[in-house]
Nanobody, 115 residues
């Protein structure tokens, strides 16, 4: 079993920055990929950024050049550095940790960007 916990959300003005953190604990030796998703009110959950076990990264077009996903020094910790935030980045941000055959989700952290 794996537990996923996000932190770092909050209220920020447009143009500002936030760093989200995600820690996966439990059977962490089996985790391969970690990713950030977000879900704005009335919208479907969408992929924001992903980092593979080989540290390859994928970003949504809407965040390229503004967001950076990275792994922490502590195993199975991942960060999402968000810069030049826009009101349309307002959403609940979820961390996902994936093994070969199971996916674990955190409960999310709310990011609100004011104009």
């Amino acid at each position: 079993q794996v537990q996923v916990v996000e932190s770092g959300g909050g209220l920020v003005q447009a143009g500002g920055s936030l760093r989200l953190s995600c820690v996966a604990s439990g059977s962490i030796f089996s985790i391969r990929t970690m990713a950030w998703y977000r879900q704005a009110a009335g919208n479907q959950r969408e992929l924001v950024a992903l980092i593979s076990s080989g540290d390859n990264t994928i970003y949504a077009d809407s965040v390229k050049g503004r967001f950076t996903i990275s792994r922490g020094d502590v195993k199975n910790t991942v960060y999402l550095q968000m810069s030049s935030l826009k009101p349309e980045d307002t959403a609940v941000y979820y961390c996902k940790a994936s093994t070969l055959d199971v996916t674990y989700w955190g409960k999310g952290t709310l990011v609100t960007v004011s104009s």
